[in-house]
C-alpha cells in the first residue's frame, strides 16, 4: 500500500530529474544571458534600421608623456601600442541610457576594469570615473583623468547627466594635462575630471 507522502517522493524526484535533464540540455546546447548581454552581444543583428550608440576608450596620450606614466602601469595590458583600449563600436541604444551606463556596461561586458564614484558621492549629482584599465587618475602625472566627448564636444557635465540619444557617439579618451592636450578649452577641463 502506498502512502501519500511516497507519492510526493516520487513526484519531487521525477521534477528533479526533470530539471536536471533541461539544465543538462541548456549547459550544452544553450546559453543563458541577462538583459544586458542580451543588449551587447547581439551585435551581429544590428541592421541598417536598429538604433545604436558607439563608444570607444583610448588612452593615446599616454603614448607622449610615457615618463610621467606611474612604471607599475608601462605595460601594453595598460596602454596598447596604438592607445586604444576599445575601438569604436556600435551597441544597440537602449532608451534612458547615460554615458556612465553605456561605459559600465561596455566595460563590464569587455573585462575592462572601470573605478568610479556614484552620483551620490561626489556632490556634484554625477558619477565621476576614476579609472578604466587600470589607468586612474594622476596616473600620468598631477593633471591626468579621463574626460569624455559626446558627438566630438565634451559636454561640461558629469557623465551620468548626459542621456544619450540614438546615433550619439561617445569617446573616452585620457588626458595628461586637464584636457589641454585633447581639445578641451574649458577652463574646469571638463565636470569628469577631479571631482
Not at 56 to 82: F, H
Request: hydrophobic share 35%.
Amino acid at each position: 500500500m502506498r502512502t501519500k507522502s511516497g507519492n510526493r517522493w516520487k513526484k519531487s524526484l521525477v521534477l528533479l530529474a526533470a530539471l536536471a535533464v533541461l539544465i543538462l540540455f541548456f549547459g550544452i546546447f544553450g546559453k543563458f544571458e541577462t538583459v544586458d548581454e542580451f543588449y551587447l552581444t547581439h551585435m551581429e543583428d544590428i541592421t541598417a534600421d536598429t538604433e545604436v550608440v558607439r563608444i570607444s576608450i583610448n588612452c593615446k596620450t599616454i603614448l607622449y608623456n610615457w615618463s610621467r606614466l606611474d612604471k607599475q602601469l608601462r605595460d601594453e595590458k595598460y596602454v596598447p601600442a596604438n592607445g586604444v583600449i576599445l575601438p569604436e563600436t556600435a551597441y544597440v541604444y537602449r532608451k534612458g541610457d547615460t554615458a556612465f551606463d553605456l561605459l559600465e556596461r561596455v566595460c563590464r561586458y569587455n573585462r575592462i576594469e572601470m573605478e568610479y564614484r556614484g552620483a551620490t558621492e561626489t556632490g556634484y549629482g554625477s558619477a565621476y570615473i576614476r579609472g578604466i584599465n587600470y589607468l586612474n587618475e594622476r596616473s600620468c602625472g598631477e593633471l591626468s583623468g579621463w574626460m569624455f566627448k559626446v558627438n566630438g564636444e565634451f559636454p561640461g557635465v558629469g557623465c551620468s547627466s548626459v542621456v544619450l540619444q540614438p546615433g550619439d557617439t561617445v569617446e573616452w579618451i585620457y588626458t595628461c594635462d586637464l584636457g589641454r592636450d585633447v581639445g578641451n578649452t574649458y577652463n574646469g577641463a571638463g565636470a569628469d575630471y577631479g571631482k
